[in-house]
């Protein structure tokens, strides 16, 4: 039979005979063609990219895919609505300018989501804690941390 | 018009007003840079100087960056010259545009220029419509004319859009994740990905690689590999196959002469006494026999990696004629001159486009990349090549920032201040980037036909040293002299990285003040403004001091410390001071940071903020951890837990204020904290704990060190 992933809410048919191991990372960008989650370091170590697996933040470089498969698996693609509408934490960091290169931006994104899922009202330095497995070498850490904190008050306020 | 305009070498260079500017039928303008965006917002900076001299809204200018094709030749983007060479030309540039099209405008309108407005593109006579816009004339004007810079550009209390916070155009991409927002999502139809395998250092010869063994590692019989002389890449439809081919072959390959390291030479100190060229820079040698006293300090840092978030990545494309190439380097006219020579090919047949990637910094591994990717495209026509290095790769074979040993001697009068100071320099190159004379691409050295080994040269003083980066301080101290060795031969290559040697001499100078400061028994700010005369430089000491509520400042000694440092980055752009809270314990931890800044003109005050903040957490994570580590195969930190970088938990709150005026040019200032950062902490550090730590990264190892001696 078959693999089919569900990736944010859609199901998506992998070409037969994808072996098991496949990390989720190579899937993603190069058989789905959704190239939003970074390649950093393939070694867990770096963050960028961060996707949710049934809400839950993982590496997608060393997730395998009979590790994911029947999950729910959210990329920083799906954030956004299918409108097109920006989540608040993307509205928040465009807001702030949140980013230099931009190049870990899409993991942090995504452990800020779970962040937030989890918590409503996170202090800065649960915000920190929690971001602490993303990276970014451009120094944007001040204006982001601001950010996920703009975010969470803006979906506070919204219910 | 401006009579007896000196034009910008960037103007100079290119001579022909349709290389930067073109009136497109989308109503829309599209302006040229050879400068490229590598996360510090300079698109957006050019376009806001291009849509100020048009007087178009910013959504109409389309800012064309790192074009061989059709964009000017502008070297590469480095020493945070972008706005003061690359902005001042467009501004020329777009000044004369609209001049010239206003002369169109009027000869059909049969008025003077003078009595046209424009908004929006559109003239205006009198606050009436003309029924004229750019568009309409833009094909009357002579496009291929070169420059004159003969056209005024506004004066700064005219400005509407230079000087305003403007979004970054870039970011929407970066945080949806839909397009492509870096080149490393380029994935153009028929794509092949590869990977190298890489020459362990430049004397290394392959002597066997079995590749029927890596076919099956890779698990794809269709495996192509790549050979010329020392250089292997491996090419598959599967991104994964080429890079287990790459593992494998890198842990099977079997080299004759690779190069081999000890941990010692990757130490600042391993510099001193090695060959080297001396220059003797500054006052002669003199007598400082009758000083009431001297004072002496050696200062390090190692070898610094890049770093950068994402490994390079370059597409390369071979059709029999013209050899196309997409990189995240810095310049794409250097690029393709200096691909051009390592493969023999006219340099008209070559084009390269650049695409964003992960900031740089300076120069990483981005060039090199491309040649590899060239080196397959040629062997393999007709294919799109993507090839990407390992993250290990990037680590392990990008050029560093050179480690460095700074000697500081000071001689003393009776009360205590400076009158004769020598800052003495160890120092491999800090510049060897390929085309220069004095650096190559990677792979070439790998070739039938390497090149030479390159000589060890540095900047120019003119354009501010390398290795003498902010040698001289700006306070008064006497006869200064500098004693330059350009170490000839380190142990790694090295070239370009944020701020050159600044930081390390400017950690050197501040920590000398401090300590002359403690001698003479005063305060650190107050000995530091006493011999400060220029009024922008005690400026941003002052406010920097207010911010950092300087006058409440500690005894120190209790692990609780507060330093300040200052720079003029190159002694000839951005002013800075920064001023560091610390808590020290077993180890440092970062409580705030505080900067004043003048810039002079700032296009861009968010962008330029944003340039600042990140600065200066960058400089803490070079000053708090960082270390590029070597042993006997080369450089051993392949890693994120080799190579640490500061972190969100140990992220200071960082207030930053630009403080410059409008009236004064625009100063470079993406590089201008990192050198005060390192030393502020240097100085804050010393603070908290009484004693002088002279070696970078102030990590736990030195603070114990410290603590026991």
């Given amino acids: 039979m078959p693999i089919a992933l569900s990736i944010n809410g859609v199901f998506c048919a992998l070409p037969d005979g994808m072996p098991p191991d496949t990390p989720l990372l190579d899937i993603l960008r190069n058989t789905l063609g959704l190239t939003g989650t970074r390649f950093g370091c393939g070694l867990e170590q770096c963050g960028a990219c961060m996707v949710l697996v049934d809400g839950r933040p993982v590496q997608a470089c060393t997730a395998a895919l009979d590790s994911v498969a029947g999950k729910q698996i959210t990329t920083v693609e799906g954030l956004a609505g299918a409108d097109g509408a920006l989540h608040p934490l993307q509205k928040a960091f465009l807001d702030e300018q949140a980013g230099q290169c931009g190049y870990c931006l899409s993991g942090i994104l995504v452990s800020a989501k779970a962040l937030l899922d989890a918590n409503s009202s996170p202090s800065r330095g649960e915000i920190a804690a929690a971001l602490d497995g993303n990276l970014c070498r451009c120094g944007s850490h001040v204006r982001i941390l ?11 306020a919204e219910g | 018009m401006n009579d007896a305009v000196t034009l910008p070498l960037s103007l100079t260079s290119n001579p022909r007003l349709d290389l930067w500017v073109r009136f497109q039928d989308d109503r829309t303008v599209r302006v040229a840079s050879g400068k490229v965006e590598m996360g510090q917002g300079i698109v957006t900076a050019l376009a806001q100087i291009a849509a100020e001299e048009l007087d178009l809204p910013l959504d109409r200018v389309r800012l064309l960056s790192g074009s061989t094709e059709h964009g000017p030749d502008e070297l590469y983007t480095t020493s945070s010259l972008s706005v003061m060479v690359s902005g001042a030309s467009i501004r020329l540039v777009c000044a004369e545009a609209r001049a010239l099209l206003a002369e169109q405008a009027a ?14 593109g559109a003239f205006v006579r009198g606050g009436e419509a003309t029924g004229l816009d750019y568009w309409d004339v833009a094909s009357a004007v002579d496009w291929s004319q070169a420059p004159t810079g003969r056209a005024a550009p506004k004066p700064a209390a005219a400005y509407r859009v230079v000087g305003q916070a403007v979004p970054r155009a870039d970011l929407p991409a970066k945080l949806t994740g839909r397009g492509e927002a870096f080149i490393h999502d380029m994935q153009p139809a028929g794509m092949v990905h590869a990977r190298t395998l890489r020459q362990p250092g430049r004397d290394a010869v392959l002597q066997s690689l079995d590749e029927a063994a890596l076919r099956r590692a890779s698990g794809d019989p269709g495996l192509r590999i790549v050979r010329r002389a020392n250089f292997a890449a491996f090419v598959s439809g599967s991104e994964r196959a080429a890079e287990k081919a790459a593992r494998f072959a890198e842990t099977h390959a079997r080299w004759a002469g690779p190069r081999t390291l000890s941990p010692a030479m990757g130490e600042g100190a391993w510099l001193v006494g090695r060959p080297s060229d001396l220059r003797e820079i500054g006052a002669p040698p003199a007598d400082t026999t009758d000083a009431a006293g001297t004072v002496a300090a050696t200062f390090t840092r190692p070898y610094i990696a890049h770093a950068s978030m994402a490994p390079s990545v370059a597409l390369a494309r071979y059709d029999g004629g013209t050899l196309t190439i997409w990189s995240h380097g810095q310049g794409m006219h250097p ?56 993250r290990e790769e990037e680590f392990a074979y990008e050029p560093v920032s050179p480690a460095m040993s700074v000697s500081v001697r000071v001689a003393v009068d009776a009360d205590g201040w400076p009158f004769d100071w020598t800052q003495e320099i160890w120092a491999p190159s800090h510049v060897q980037r390929p085309g220069t004379g004095t650096g190559y691409m990677l792979a070439h050295e790998a070739l039938e036909n390497p090149p030479p080994p390159v000589q060890a040269t540095d900047p120019p003083e003119e354009r501010g040293g390398g290795g003498t980066r902010n040698a001289v301080p700006l306070y008064r101290v006497g006869a200064h002299r500098i004693r330059h060795h350009l170490v000839l031969e380190g142990p790694v290559r090295t070239s370009a990285l944020r701020g050159l040697g600044a930081p390390v001499n400017v950690f050197a100078i501040e920590a000398m003040m401090d300590d002359l400061a403690a001698r003479a028994g005063q305060d650190p700010l107050a000995y530091r403004l006493a011999l400060l005369d220029d009024p ?33 980055y190159k002694n000839m752009a951005a002013y800075s001071a920064v001023a560091v809270a610390v808590t020290v314990a077993d180890d440092v931890r970062l409580d705030h940071v505080w900067s004043a800044t003048d810039a002079g003109l700032v296009i861009n005050p968010d962008g330029a903020r944003n340039q600042l903040e990140g600065g200066i957490v960058q400089a803490a994570s070079f000053a708090l951890k960082e270390a590029v580590k070597l042993d006997g195969g080369g450089i051993a930190s392949r890693d994120w837990d080799a190579y640490p970088i500061l972190r969100f938990s140990e992220v200071p709150p960082v207030d930053v204020e630009l403080i410059g005026s409008a009236d004064d040019p625009a100063l470079g200032m993406g590089e201008c904290t990192v050198g005060p950062t390192c030393a502020a902490i240097g100085n804050a550090v010393a603070h908290a704990l009484g004693k002088r730590i002279c070696d970078m990264p102030l990590d736990r190892d030195r603070i114990m060190a410290a603590l026991l001696a």
Avoid: S
């Fill in chain 2, 107 to 120: 000869l059909r309108l049969n008025c003077a220029p003078a009595d046209l407005d424009v908004a929006d």
């Fill in chain 1, 146 to 156: 601001k950010a996920v904190e703009r975010a969470a008050a803006a979906m506070r």
């Fill in chain 2, 335 to 390: 690029l393709r001159k200096n691909v051009a020579a390592v493969l023999g090919l006219d340099p008209g047949r070559v084009v390269c486009h650049h695409r964003h990637g992960p900031g740089c910094y300076g120069h990483n591994g981005a060039d090199d990349a491309a040649l590899d990717a060239a080196i397959v495209a040629v062997a393999l026509p007709g294919e799109t090549v993507r090839l990407q290095w390992r």
């Fill in chain 2, 536 to 568: 922008r430089a005690r400026a941003v000491l002052e406010r920097t001091a207010a911010m950092a509520g300087w006058a409440g400042r500690g005894p120190g000694g209790d692990g609780k410390g507060l330093g300040i440092a200052f720079a003029r």
